[in-house]
């Protein structure tokens, strides 16, 4: 089935940058929302960002202008470039693909910790 391996979370200080990167994998249409979320402890789980196979993107108010997503479609990935991270930025990410028009077909990678500290 479809399996999402993320990487590139880590510790960073105050005002750093972090990039993750997320690679689908399986029988994954074309026709998707690649995306990440957030969980801090004691939250619900927050849509950061995400961008449709068309290349349609929409973030968070709280990460506007500051983190950008990308995605190479041909390759099934998401990225997700994180600058001037605050503490209120530490959290498990996730990445997701959403299929669209298809019922019941949302993936979700393992998570990867960013934590935001000085």
């Known amino acids: 089935q479809v399996q999402l391996v993320e990487s590139g979370g880590g510790l960073v200080h105050p005002g750093g940058s972090l990039r993750l990167s997320c690679a689908a994998s399986g029988s994954i249409f074309s026709a998707n929302t690649m995306g990440w979320y957030r969980q801090a402890p004691g939250k619900q789980r927050e849509l950061v960002a995400e961008?449709?196979?068309?290349?349609?993107?929409a973030y968070a108010d709280s990460v506007k202008g500051r983190f950008t997503i990308s995605r190479d479609n041909a390759k099934n990935t998401v990225d997700l470039q994180m600058n001037s991270l605050k503490p209120d930025d530490t959290a498990v990410y996730y990445c997701?693909?959403?299929?669209?028009?298809?019922?019941?077909?949302?993936?979700w990678g393992q998570g990867t910790q960013v934590t935001v500290s000085s």
């Open positions: 961008i449709t196979s068309s290349g349609y993107t």
């Open positions: 997701n693909v959403r299929i669209l028009y298809v019922p019941n077909k949302n993936y």
